[in-house]
């Protein structure tokens, strides 16, 4: 928890609001616009289950980027890095500047006007219909999006408004520990896949290796190349050796013919 940047860095301060203000799907903010659409669809369709997930996805959203304002922007320095913050060089700070802009004034543009051109819309809404747009065709949807950030908005000042540290873990206990070690999705995964993995490449490595390397590819060439020295020993150059082997052999066949 830094705390108390919102002096040392009142740039990012700002702009950094614009933007959890746009995320959280405040009006006039371009965020509002977005998020509205997705819930007026899952409310005319009417996929209520839908509905409620991106409600509460809304909220969940809302509380967690004013969490981060209040507890890094606000309230006291509470670390030695935030105590030797400062502000950003302008070729940091101006594209801060230029996205805030656009956040603030995205819902006034009306970017579905400017896309919609492209793909021959057959009327484009003036600004002040685009601003209350969504309170126009969806209401209720509109109003419960918006009730969705408020209730974010109040829990996480409710909870680090003026908290010196982090008040979650000791209400959530358990979860809150699983929560910081991911659900143990890394050991699970871990488990699961990475060691059967791990085992069957050893094994088909191991197959490979001994079996059709060294008994199929190895074996064959050495047997063959075996069979090849002891013909080779057969091979004297001596006229009485190979009258002799003739002989044996004739004394072979004639053996196994007549037996």
Not at 72 to 86: I, K, M, Q
Not at 107 to 120: M, S
Not at 136 to 157: F, M, T
């Amino acid at each position: 928890m830094m705390g108390g940047l919102r002096r040392k860095m009142p740039v990012t301060f700002w702009t950094f609001v614009a933007g959890t203000l746009a995320l959280a799907g405040v009006p006039p903010f371009s965020g509002f616009y977005s998020k509205d659409s997705i819930l007026g669809l899952a409310w005319g369709q009417p996929n209520y289950a839908l509905f409620a997930l991106g409600a509460l996805v809304a909220a969940l959203t809302a509380f967690y980027m004013f969490r981060l304002v209040f507890v890094v922007f606000l309230g006291e320095t509470r670390s030695t890095a935030a105590g030797h913050a400062h502000e950003s060089p302008p070729v940091m700070v101006w594209p801060l500047r230029l996205l805030a802009v656009l956040s603030i004034v995205g819902g006034i543009i009306g970017l579905e006007n400017v896309y919609g051109r492209q793909f021959g819309a057959e009327h484009a809404l003036s600004t002040l219909e685009q601003l209350v747009a969504p309170l126009k065709e969806s209401p209720v949807a509109a109003a419960i999006g918006l009730l969705a950030a408020v209730l974010g908005i109040a829990g996480a000042w409710s909870l680090y408004g003026r908290a010196p540290q982090d008040p979650l873990p000791a209400k959530l206990g358990g979860l809150s520990v699983a929560m910081r070690n991911r659900f143990y999705w890394d050991e699970i995964y871990q488990a699961l896949f990475i060691r059967p993995h791990d085992f069957l490449a050893a094994l088909a490595g191991w197959f490979d290796r001994w079996i059709i390397a060294g008994l199929g590819v190895r074996g064959v060439h050495g047997s063959t190349e075996l069979a090849g020295r002891a013909l080779r020993l057969l091979q004297t150059g001596n006229l009485q050796t190979y009258a002799f082997l003739f002989v044996l052999g004739v004394a072979c066949v004639l053996y196994f013919a007549l037996r």
